[in-house]
């Protein structure tokens, strides 16, 4: 057991928790990986590709190795970072990418077959033959390759969204951004600052340095306190700022239950936070960078950060012999502070030749490591001296420090560039950054304490000059200010595979392969080699990639540039993205007033855009949907069918110029309609093409009420906005859309008017001379209360449309049917509403595709070329005016017992059947029980003139043909006597 | 993206739904000798510039106005938001 003394843990309780089915115990305070490193554990996964035996590189999100499954059954979280996952009691945690045990991976014979799988392997490699592709090399791979795997169960818990505002966003809690945060908190701004970590203090918490009288844990804690009690500014632990979006928005997810074994009842898994704020201070510090070198990705070989911050935050290390190497002073405050936990210090490899001396410890200035050994965990590591000489050295851990490289991420997210700094041989924020935001401490490029907290009280300080807030730096602690030493060393070259990515297992020889073969481009490089495209973005290799391409090229590195960063700045899981818009809620449903009537009829109910519609109405012993279909249809022509028609778009269109704006939104004319008459009106778009068509009622001289069909309700309305304010801004005409505010049912058949007569106020006179087909009017029900009353025809029955205002839809579709009981009256859904209209040959959604035209339809006459209404210029191109244009016509089966399907192609009884000879295709097919056989309408080149004539469906997709015969459309009453009974 | 809406002050752009370049709305005259051509260039050319760009947006979730933002392309940086009604009326537009 190496638990070591001190850190920041809460030894006062213990949590036990299982890595690959073994037990283990650790402390609050302590994550996975700590845990395991506590235990002595330092293999905690497999590699991506050669299955090389893996450990933590790193103590924080950066973490390329140490991924793990946490969880299980439905709660299963693959590719998680073991570094950031926060230990509770029960944890069960997996670890991937093996085949078999994790010590003995059947897989990692591809570690010995690895020549073969240099960069660029599956483009060169799974070429041909073509057909072995999907059948043999894709599955082949996705077995071996791939992270972590979904449980395949619905995740269980709930995510949230959230938004929040105020005057400055800190991002990052280290001493930057607690000293912006105390600063612009004690000034009254309201601030948020958020921290990925669930222990705020960034790199406080990691280092034995004191800020004035404390140790840097105890001040932030102190400070984190003050903070805590300020109603104006908001910590938030345990989130991470995903990215910098446009005009100061910020995506921030909060993990909110990750940290326990399930959420408190109520609670959230996850929160994702849009943040809106016009000032931003990035304070997110550093990462340190690895030096490449042969076999450097052994467990055990960690960032010398991170073994500072296992020694003092989690007082755990994977072994107590420990090295170090080390190009910049850093390496030897690791020494110091590990020899002061008790670690015996192999010896300080560091490969400046001006090392600093010290007696304490080791220095073996001026050399490298270049060879590790020990197959499950380092053993020892092969030393080349400033002499020349090779020197073995043992030692379970190895420190490596190449140099800090600022967190510029979220700097760069609207396409801003990073400029390098030589001093500090790293990448700094430069260029235009997103607009508000500033950039204070290590993320700027200032290395030491000191420096982060000046320069955060002074950002804060300069941020909230702007939004007018006069603040005062608040008093800061004397803290270590110790300047940036560095003589920059990427890679140590000689033979042997040495990591640059070790998540996605790129090493330095791939990055040379790929500049051999010509890819330069580091964007190329990235994604041939797959250099950074791992879940942790490279954070720890994309600069170690590009020094190798730079010193390939010979270019500088930043002439070499770096690949675009984009968000999110951690993985972020879609579940978060998508909060509460998931499974039935992913979006609205709407209800029509009489839905739980429906419901409670036993309805089988349909979507149609976010409406639920009943689709049929199943009776007793009915076992097939195509009986209650058939039964509703014949009932309602034999005597009367209710259907509930609410869905349908209804615009009010009022104003002393309504008639003049609806004859231009229509192709036909509108002009003239008499008060008291509804007409069929045909919408095209600009471009000639059919885009909605209707019914629109003259209510009274300057009032109107049009429908639309559901599915276009909201684009018809959006479209005569734009026609009123954009295109004819000054006429007189009001437009809004009313299609909740009534509840509407369709009254078909013989009996309609004598059902309807028995809930119709006797003060309205609705017998077919008072109230004609195509009349409408305003009038009451039920002893006073206010419906309009429109008779139209879908079915080519006659009908009525009935409207009362939405509170009253649910009684009043009570009403009808217990009217409808002497007539056998039925409740018919939207299947039996799809026959009647093909059987009337009614063009529906089908038809208006968005690919026909009026012409198409066989309502081009309708199209009036006497005034101007959109669409009807563009109408007349010759392209849409051909002599074999589609023509809208039905189709009968040549044999009565043959059915056919929409979608089937037309094609000449002795052509083959290609596109060539493709001439036309059917939109809409049903069975008619009025006829006894399946009837279709569809689209025929020139079909007016071919009735009688045979062709074949042809239905490749089901391999099936029919012989049909051309005929009217009109398959039920083609003179229309019924309508206008 | 946050729209500044003339009326209504900063509006998140969720609200909106998108239309396309303001020449949309100049609607070309249908009894022009040559009114097919001009309303295909209307419907079909647009510019694409890498900078300003004056477009339509409806403000559908909110009190349906349509606007004439001005956002470069580059960076979505929004430097004006009228009403589409006053910019119609500055074409000339009016019944």
Same mark, same amino acid.
């Given at each position: ?118 960069? !660029? ?6 070429? =041909? ?51 912006? &945060?105390?600063? #612009? ?16 203090? !960034? ?8 800020? !004035? ?37 910020? +995506? ?20 994702? =936070? ?39 935050? =989690? ?219 791992? %879940? ?39 579940? &978060? ?7 039935? *809620? ?89 008060? +008291? ?30 429908? %639309? ?55 309205? *006179? ?116 051909? &002599? ?28 083959? #059947? ?5 001439? !036309? ?61 | ?95």
């Amino acid at each position: 057991m190496t638990r070591l003394t001190g850190g920041l843990i809460d030894r006062s309780r213990t949590l036990s928790f299982s890595f690959d089915g073994k037990s283990f115990t650790g402390h609050p305070g302590d994550t996975l990986a700590s845990a395991l490193l506590a235990n002595d554990m330092r293999l905690m996964g497999r590699s991506f590709k050669y299955h090389r035996p893996r450990g933590p590189l790193t103590a924080g999100s950066e973490e390329p190795n140490a991924i793990v499954a946490l969880r299980t059954g439905a709660r299963q979280e693959p590719n998680a970072r073991a570094t950031v996952a926060e230990l509770y009691d029960g944890l069960t945690a997996r670890s991937q990418n093996s085949v078999g045990s994790l010590s003995f991976d059947l897989l990692a014979v591809n570690d010995f077959l690895s020549p073969f799988f240099a960069a !660029g392997f599956y483009y060169k490699t799974f070429m =041909w033959p073509k057909a072995f592709w999907e059948k043999l090399y894709e599955p082949l791979i996705r077995h071996a390759a791939g992270l972590g795997s979904l449980s395949g169960e619905p995740d269980p818990d709930l995510y949230d969204k959230g938004f929040l505002h105020c005057d400055l966003l800190i991002i990052g809690a280290g001493p930057a951004g607690l000293a912006a &945060a105390l600063t #612009a908190g004690r000034a009254g701004a309201d601030v948020i600052l958020a921290d990925e970590d669930f222990l705020p203090g !960034g790199r406080l918490n990691s280092e034995t340095h004191a800020l !004035g009288d404390a140790s840097g844990s105890d001040w932030a804690k102190a400070t984190l306190a003050e903070l805590a009690s300020r109603p104006n500014v908001r910590v938030m632990s345990r989130t991470t700022i995903i990215g910098a979006m446009d005009h100061g928005i910020f +995506g921030a997810l909060e993990r909110v239950s990750d940290h326990l074994p399930e959420p408190a009842p109520g609670k959230p898994r996850q929160t994702f =936070w849009r943040i809106y704020t016009k000032r931003s201070l990035l304070c997110a510090g550093a990462t340190e960078r690895p030096i490449a070198f042969r076999n450097n990705d052994r467990p055990g070989i960690m960032l010398g950060s991170a073994l500072r911050s296992y020694a003092n935050r =989690w007082a755990a290390m994977p072994a107590t012999d420990v090295a170090i190497f080390t190009n910049n002073d850093e390496g030897h405050r690791t020494a110091s502070d590990l020899l002061a936990k008790g670690m015996r210090i192999a010896a300080v490899i560091d490969s400046r030749a001006d090392a600093p001396k010290t007696s304490r410890y080791e220095v073996l200035a001026g050399a490298v490591v270049t060879n590790t050994a020990g197959r499950l965990g380092l053993s020892s590591i092969s030393v080349q001296l400033a002499s020349g000489e090779a020197r073995k050295i043992a030692c379970q851990a190895l420190g490596v420090s190449g140099g800090w490289n600022p967190n510029v991420h979220l700097t760069c997210h609207q396409r801003g560039r990073p400029q390098w700094d030589d001093t500090l041989a790293a990448f700094v924020p430069g260029g235009a950054l997103p607009p508000g935001m500033s950039v204070a401490g290590a993320a700027q490029g200032i290395m030491s304490t000191a420096g982060a907290l000046s320069s955060g009280a002074a950002a804060a300080v300069a941020a909230l000059s702007d939004p007018g807030i006069t603040a005062k730096t608040a008093p800061l602690p004397d803290a270590e200010d110790a300047p940036v030493r560095i003589t920059p060393l990427f890679h140590v070259p000689g033979k042997g595979r040495a990591w640059l990515d070790q998540q996605n297992d790129v090493t330095v020889k791939d990055v040379k392969l790929a500049h051999q073969e010509g890819y330069i481009s580091v964007e190329h490089l990235k994604r041939y080699t797959t250099l950074g495209m791992a %879940t942790d973005q490279g954070k720890t290799s994309n600069i170690g990639g590009l020094a190798v391409m730079a010193e390939m090229t010979g270019k500088s590195i930043p002439d070499t540039g770096t690949t675009i960063y984009r968000p999110p700045y951690t993985p972020v899981s879609i579940a &978060a993205f998508a909060g509460r818009s998931a499974g039935p *809620d992913f979006r609205p449903t709407r209800l029509t007033p009489s839905h739980h009537w429906a419901a409670e009829q036993g309805a089988v109910f349909v979507e149609v855009g976010m409406w639920l519609r009943a689709q049929w109405f199943p009776r007793p012993g009915e076992t097939t949907w195509r009986q209650s279909v058939d039964r509703e249809v014949l009932a309602t022509r034999a005597s009367v069918g209710i259907c509930d028609v609410t869905t349908l778009g209804k615009i009010d269109v009022q104003g002393t110029e309504a008639a003049e704006f609806l004859n231009r939104i229509y192709a036909n004319p509108f002009g003239k309609l008499a008060v +008291g008459k509804v007409r069929y009106g045909l919408m095209l778009r600009e471009d000639g093409i059919a885009m909605d068509d209707g019914t629109t009622a003259h209510l009274a001289e300057d009032h109107f009420v049009m429908t %639309t069909t559901t599915a276009n309700a909201v684009g018809v309305y959006r479209h005569m906005e734009f026609c009123r304010q954009c295109l004819w801004p000054d006429m007189d005409v009001q437009i809004i859309s009313t299609t909740e505010a009534w509840a509407q049912y369709s009254v078909a058949g013989p009996n309609a008017r004598r059902l309807l007569q028995k809930i119709v106020d006797p003060a309205f *006179d609705i017998g077919n001379d008072a109230f004609p087909y195509m009349g409408c009017g305003d009038i009451t029900v039920c002893g006073g209360l206010r419906a309009r009353l429109f008779r139209i025809s879908f079915s080519g029955e006659l009908a009525f449309e009935i409207a009362v205002p939405t509170r009253y839809g649910d009684a009043l579709m009570r009403r009808l049917v217990e009217a409808g009981q002497e007539f056998d009256a039925v409740v018919y859904g939207t299947e039996a509403l799809g026959v009647m209209r093909i059987e009337k040959g009614h063009a529906a959604g089908n038809e208006l595709n968005g690919t026909t035209t009026a012409l198409n339809l066989g309502m081009g006459g309708m199209v009036n070329k006497k005034k101007d209404s959109i669409g009807s210029t563009l109408s007349e191109r010759e392209g849409l005016n051909r &002599a074999d244009a589609l023509c809208l016509v039905g189709f009968r089966p040549v044999n009565a017992a043959d059915s056919f399907a929409a979608g089937a192609h037309l094609i000449g009884r002795d052509d083959v #059947a290609n596109a060539a000879n493709d001439q !036309g295709y059917l939109t809409s097919v049903a069975y008619s029980p009025n006829l006894g056989y399946t009837i279709g309408l569809g689209f025929l080149k020139n079909g007016a003139g071919r009735k009688g004539e045979v062709l074949r469906a042809v239905n490749p997709v089901q391999d099936a043909e029919t012989l049909v015969e051309v005929v009217s459309a009109h398959f039920i009453d083609p003179e229309g006597e019924r309508l206008r009974a | 993206m946050i729209i500044p809406h003339p009326l209504l002050g900063p509006r998140d752009s969720q609200e909106f739904t998108y239309l396309g370049d303001v020449s949309l709305i100049d609607r070309p005259d249908w009894q022009a000798t040559d009114a097919v051509d001009q309303f295909h260039d209307y419907l079909y050319l647009r510019d694409n510039p890498a900078g300003l760009h004056r477009e339509l947006w409806f403000h559908e979730q909110g009190d349906r106005s349509w606007l004439v933002v001005t956002r470069d392309t580059r960076t979505h940086e929004i430097t004006g938001a009228e009403l589409a009604r006053d910019v119609a009326h500055t074409k000339g537009r009016s019944t």
